[in-house]
Each structure stands twice: as structure tokens, then as C-alpha cells.
């Protein structure tokens, strides 16, 4: 598996390739970026360089067909540790640090050195993440640990000083498009366009979104908020929230799921924000532009800008585990205030 | 595959390994152990869990096909506790295991056993060998000064030196050391290994629990400064070896003591648990105080103190000095009771050294006290 299937992060490869010809390949990495750019295919593919057995690690470029590269590929190679949040759980506790710790403790059994990939770093809880400190500081000779969140505000700073801060960003269109049509998440490009769009550049959220019955929900959600007939804030948060724990069991695919709505309800403000300037929004959906238009006519840009913020906070509140009933709630309550308190006014 | 087992025999032999298999793992096949099954070379049960791993020969195997099979640890074990059979055949049939007694038949599902992670066999032609009654005694004597949780890697373990004719361990966690040596031969001009290997401890209770205390040999050979191998008679085990620099335990032997009196371990271990008595969590120090003919050791708490005598043959300067119980009784406990140790001293402020007749080496930092 060479580099080019992973798309759009040449800048960083080449990044990485000049500090190992200098000589200064940092020995912990931070990865941070959009949820579903690629960061954690990126880590694996690294680890691959570095523990190839054929082509040497200055290079950068795994052979992809010797016994190491396919241990990697299968998460099976020896001297490779992975380490990431409990299904069921919120954070990434302790325990999984120290056997990490003890892991890297030892002679690595195959090659000169060990690489640990450390998945879901913003959910590290501070006790995780202080008990890493001295490994992240000084790891055993040679050894290289990534660390794969969102964002380097959400680590404490004591994490940030000891690793290299490596930026992805979003995929473009045509890329994401591309690689919702290789994984088979789009049947046809005019779907991959589609979702493309919607993605903001993460396959990750891309994929959420072409789930059918979240896309017709979310349908239903937009025109409902756009509809001249007043809406109910406190049913609309009950379906909401009802949605959202259809999800599954687990708190956290109803969080992923409340956060993808939230974020289409926020992309929609935007919509409507062009709209009272009176500009088309980019948006892929037409039946999009039909009800920006129709509450463009009714708010405000002051309470539109509002409305698109009020949603942004409860997508952050969501990451930070507030109750989701709660934020869902909240959130319907307020958008319900502006948005009839506005339309009654004109 | 298909074989008859001794039910006792395999069960010995999956207590044996079963120590290894870990509780939890990322790699849930490591939740197994794998028996192969052969007539020629004898049958093995293995486990690993990447960090450790043991092959250990299984007796009472009789061959009618041989092969391989994965079992499930938990299940098996409980299969054969709950057995009244003497024999049970173990065999696979299609997609099925199949174990089978008189009147009972367990079907578990077969697996891959070529998913099973290689166990290290021992390969090596050179090697060193030591008597296993004196490894034995050499990993009990070090193995409780090591330090798991320290964040310099290489206290977690302890360190082999081999040469021509010995082999030496080293276990410290820095506040105090332990250096156990016995005699060794190297085979077929077996080379010292190098650099400083240090062994973890999980290995080493592991190691112990396989040997016993007869004449019988032991074989060592290290793998490229990465891993060690270890043969006793009916096992082979491996193991990672710990990372980091061990530190330069030469220089921790103090030099020019004056003070030096002979005990018996028995005693000294007796006197030393009763003074620790009034020992709390604040005030963990024991008052040892050497004068002509008699130890005193006194300590105190808040819920009372102790004093005890012990006579000695000593008739020089008194001196003055306070341990950590726990650090002496954890080395004494490892001595034969009737064994002869020599404390020797500075003064209150410097290390003090124990050692014995048969090259056991343990040094201590006092505990410095507000008076």
C-alpha cells in the first residue's frame, strides 16, 4: 500500500520525509483534524514505514508486501501498539495508559523499535493523560508514539509541549467524493457529490449522512423549522431526542448522531444567512434552498447569525458529554423563541 | 488430530501455562493455549501473550493422528476439573473439537491453530547452563528488591550477568539491591551476552515456578539483545527483555566498613518482625542500635512502641541506625533461618551491607530520622 491511496496529506508525508533525511523525526506525534479525514489510515501507514522490513524508514515508503508491512495492515504486528477508547465508555481511562506504558517497556521482538498508535486522544481523562507524561516525554530508544484526536486545545497543555502538533485538513470535494465511491459508501458520483458537499470534508461525517432514514429525518426536521405554520419547540425536541437514541444502545452513537443533526441544522442557518443577502448557498439539495429561502423572509441576519451560533454550541456541548436531553431541549427551545418571536414580529 | 490425555497430566500441564494467558486482551486468540500433539517429538502445550511465553511438555499424550489444536483456556480447564475420567480423547472432526470421556462429550469449535502466534523455541547451540536449585535461589533473592511501577524500565526486572563460570542477578528500585551469584558453564563457548539484559519479573516468577530443587540443569541463551530463552526439563520459556539502562549497581557497594557483625538469619528475622509490630505508615523505621554484645531494636507508633534484644557477638563501637523492616525481612525471609549473615556499617548515614556465606549480596539505605 503505497502513500497515494491515502489522499489529500502529501504535504504532511513530505513534512515527515524531510525531518527523517535531516535527521529530526520527532518521537510523538499529534495528529489532529476533522473527525474522518484519514488521520488514523495516515498513523497505520506511517507505523508501515517505519517498521518495514524491505525499504528503509528514510524513505518513507513501506513496501506494503513484506510480512511486516501485512502485520500492520492487519493490526498484528508485534511491535506495533494500538490503544483506543473503550467501546462503552466515555474516556480513555488509566488502565489502557499503563499497559501502554508497561508494553513500551519492553525490547521490541522484531525490529530496532516500537510504534504506538493512540486513537481517540481527546477523550484521554486527565489522570490517563498525566500518567503518559514521562513515556510521551521519553519513550524508550527509537520508539514512536502517535496520538490521533481533533484538536490540540482539548489536550492538556503538558501533552502538547512533549509532541509534534501535526494539522490535517479536510479532504476537497472531488477527493472525498472519490473515496465515498471506493469504500462503496456512494453507489453513483451524483451521490458522492452529494455527500461530498455535505461532508465538510470527512468521510466520517459523510458517511453518517447517507444513512436513508437520518437523511429523510433531517428532511423533515429543515422543513419543519422552515414552515410557515408555527412549530412546537418541545415536540420537535422530543422527536429529536427519540431520533437520536434510535441510534443504538450506546450513549455514544445517539451522541454522533444528535451531532450530525445539529451540525445539518447549523449548515441550514448558514443557508439562510446567504439567503438574506440575497445569494444562493452552495447547498447540494435544492428542497435545502426552498426553505432557507422561506425563512429568509421572515428573520432577521442579527437572529440568523444567533440561531447558527446556538446550534454550534450544542454540537460543542454535545463532544463535551452534556446530558443530551438537556442540550436537545435547550436548543429546540431557543430556536423556537427566535424564530417565532420573529415571524410574529413582521 | 486425535489423542488420549492423561487428565491429570494435562492438567498439570495447563496450570502450568496458564499463568501466561492473559485476562484481557486486544488479540482474543492469546485468550487460548495451543496443544500439539506428537508422538515422535513429544506433545506441548503453549501459551504466550506476546510478552511472555512457555512450551511445556505434556506427559500421558497418546497419539493416534498428530496435529494441533487451539483450546479455549477457561473452558478446558473447567472441563478437566469437572472430569472423574482418568483418560479423555481429544479430537477434531470436521469444523468440531471434540473432547470426550466415558460418559460426557464436549463440542467446542475448531480454530485455526496456524492463528496462534509462534511460540520461541529454545534454538540456540550455545548457551549457558546453572544448576536449576540455584536459579531458583538466585530469582527469589533478587526478584522482591525490582520495582514494576517504576518509570525507569530497566528496575522492573532483574539483571543476568553470565560469564565463564557465573551467573549473577541484580534487583533494585533505588533504595535498595540485591546480588545473588552462582556458579555456571557455558556450552559449546557459549559468549556473554550483551549489553544488560534485564529480565522482567513476570518472566522470572515464571521461571521459578518451573524449576525445582534438584541437580538438574538449566539452560540460558539471549537472542540479540531482544529476548532471553529459558530450558528447564519440561519447559521452554521465553520472554521480551526489559528496555532502558540498568544502573551502574558496581557503585553502589560502599567501601571501608568497620563495623561488621555476624548474625543468624533466623533470629535477626524473629527480632526484626517484633520491633515492627509498632510500625505505622509515618513512622515505618525500625531503631537499630548495635553495642558491645547486644542489638537493640526499638520502634514507635502512636498506639505504642517495642524494644527487643538480641545478643550478638560484637564488642566494638555502638552504631546507631534506622531501617525500613519490610526491606530486611523481604531478603531475610529468602535465607535458610540457620544461614550466617554478616551485617557491616559505617555509620547511620551511609548504606549498610548484608551478606552471607553462598555470595548473596543485599545493600540498604537507612531511613534518616528526626530526632
Redo the contacts between chains.
Keep these: 500500500m503505497p502513500w497515494g491511496s491515502i489522499r489529500g496529506h502529501d504535504k504532511i508525508v513530505e513534512l515527515l520525509r524531510t525531518g527523517m533525511t535531516r535527521g529530526r523525526f520527532p518521537h510523538a506525534l499529534l495528529f489532529v483534524g476533522p473527525e474522518g479525514v484519514g488521520k488514523r489510515t495516515f498513523a497505520r501507514r506511517l507505523a508501515q514505514c517505519l517498521l518495514c522490513e524491505r525499504n528503509p524508514e528514510q524513505d518513507l515508503n513501506p513496501c506494503g508486501i513484506c510480512p511486516a508491512c501485512l502485520q500492520v495492515g492487519a493490526g498484528?504486528h508485534?511491535d506495533l501498539v494500538?490503544v483506543r477508547r473503550p467501546d462503552e465508555k466515555h474516556e480513555l481511562p488509566i488502565a489502557v495508559i499503563r499497559d501502554l506504558?508497561h508494553?513500551?517497556?519492553?525490547?521490541?521482538?522484531k525490529g530496532v523499535r516500537k510504534v504506538a498508535i493512540v486513537d481517540d486522544a481527546d477523550d484521554l481523562n486527565d489522570e490517563a493523560a498525566n500518567a503518559f507524561l514521562?513515556?510521551l516525554e521519553e519513550p524508550?530508544?527509537g520508539s514512536v508514539l502517535i496520538l490521533i484526536g481533533t484538536s490540540a486545545e482539548v489536550q492538556l497543555d503538558t501533552i502538547v509541549s512533549r509532541c509534534r502538533v501535526v494539522r490535517f485538513d479536510p479532504l476537497n470535494e472531488v477527493e472525498l467524493a472519490s473515496v465515498l465511491i471506493e469504500h462503496g459508501i456512494a453507489s453513483t458520483p451524483e451521490e458522492a457529490r452529494r455527500l461530498a458537499k455535505l461532508g465538510d470534508g470527512s468521510v466520517g461525517r459523510a458517511r453518517g449522512l447517507a444513512d436513508t432514514t437520518l437523511n429523510a429525518f433531517r428532511r423533515d426536521l429543515i422543513d419543519e423549522l422552515a414552515s410557515p405554520q408555527s412549530f412546537d419547540p418541545s415536540s420537535l425536541a422530543r422527536k429529536l431526542e427519540t431520533f437520536s437514541k434510535e441510534a443504538g444502545k450506546e450513549s455514544i452513537d445517539q451522541r454522533n448522531r444528535a451531532s450530525l443533526l445539529i451540525g445539518e441544522l447549523a449548515r441550514f442557518f448558514r443557508a439562510v444567512l446567504w439567503q438574506t443577502a440575497g445569494l444562493e448557498a452552495p447547498s447540494p439539495d435544492p428542497a435545502d434552498n426552498r426553505a432557507a429561502r422561506l425563512l429568509a423572509e421572515r428573520l432577521e441576519p442579527e437572529d440568523v447569525m444567533i440561531l447558527a451560533d446556538r446550534c454550534l454550541q450544542a454540537d460543542y456541548q454535545v463532544g463535551r458529554k452534556a446530558n443530551l436531553g438537556l442540550i436537545i431541549d435547550s436548543l429546540c427551545h431557543d430556536l423556537g423563541a427566535l424564530i417565532l418571536a420573529d415571524s410574529a414580529h413582521r | 488430530m486425535k489423542a488420549l490425555c492423561n487428565r491429570d497430566g494435562l492438567l498439570a500441564a495447563l496450570g502450568m501455562v496458564s499463568g501466561v494467558v492473559p485476562a484481557r486482551s486486544p488479540k482474543p486468540i492469546l485468550q487460548n493455549v495451543k496443544l500439539v500433539a506428537d508422538a515422535e517429538e513429544g506433545s506441548t502445550l503453549m501459551a504466550t501473550d506476546l510478552e511472555v511465553g512457555i512450551r511445556f511438555r505434556v506427559l500421558g499424550i497418546k497419539v493416534d493422528q498428530p496435529g494441533s489444536v487451539i483450546l479455549p483456556t477457561v473452558r478446558i480447564n473447567q472441563i478437566l476439573r469437572t472430569s472423574n475420567d482418568d483418560e479423555l480423547a481429544i479430537e477434531t472432526e470436521g469444523d468440531q473439537l471434540i473432547v470426550r470421556g466415558l460418559r460426557s462429550e464436549f463440542i467446542l469449535n475448531l480454530e485455526d491453530p496456524d492463528l496462534f502466534p509462534e511460540v520461541a523455541d529454545f534454538g540456540a547451540q550455545a548457551y549457558h547452563s546453572v544448576n536449576a536449585a540455584d536459579l531458583r535461589k538466585l530469582i527469589r533473592r533478587t526478584i522482591f528488591a525490582t520495582d514494576i511501577e517504576s518509570t525507569r524500565y530497566a528496575l522492573g526486572g532483574v539483571l543476568v550477568e553470565l560469564t565463564d563460570e557465573t551467573i549473577t542477578m541484580v534487583g533494585t528500585d533505588g533504595r535498595r539491591l540485591a546480588r545473588a551469584i552462582a556458579p555456571a558453564e557455558a556450552e559449546n563457548g557459549a559468549m556473554s551476552p550483551t549489553g544488560s539484559p534485564v529480565i522482567p519479573v513476570k518472566a522470572l516468577k515464571l521461571i521459578e515456578r518451573n524449576l525445582d530443587d534438584g541437580e538438574l540443569k538449566v539452560h540460558l541463551a539471549f537472542q540479540s539483545g531482544n529476548s532471553v530463552l529459558v530450558r528447564t526439563e519440561r519447559s521452554v520459556i521465553y520472554s521480551k527483555l526489559v528496555e532502558g539502562r540498568f544502573p551502574r549497581y558496581q557503585d553502589v557497594f560502599p567501601s571501608g566498613m568497620d563495623v561488621k557483625i555476624p548474625m543468624e538469619a533466623g533470629t535477626l528475622l524473629q527480632q526484626v518482625e517484633a520491633a515492627s509490630i509498632f510500625t505505622s505508615e509515618e513512622s515505618r523505621g525500625v531503631d537499630f542500635n548495635f553495642s558491645a554484645g547486644t542489638l537493640t531494636l526499638k520502634s514507635q507508633a502512636d498506639v505504642g512502641k517495642s524494644r527487643v534484644e538480641l545478643p550478638i557477638a560484637y564488642d566494638g563501637k555502638d552504631v546507631e541506625i534506622t531501617f525500613d523492616p519490610r526491606y530486611l525481612s523481604d531478603a531475610l525471609k529468602t535465607l535458610d533461618p540457620m544461614a550466617h549473615v554478616t551485617a557491616e556499617l559505617i555509620d547511620r548515614k551511609n548504606a549498610a551491607v548484608f551478606r552471607t556465606d553462598d555470595q548473596y549480596t543485599y545493600v540498604v539505605m537507612p531511613l534518616t530520622r528526626d530526632r
Design positions: 498484528a508485534p494500538e506504558n508494553d513500551l517497556s519492553l525490547k521490541p521482538s514521562k513515556t524508550p530508544p
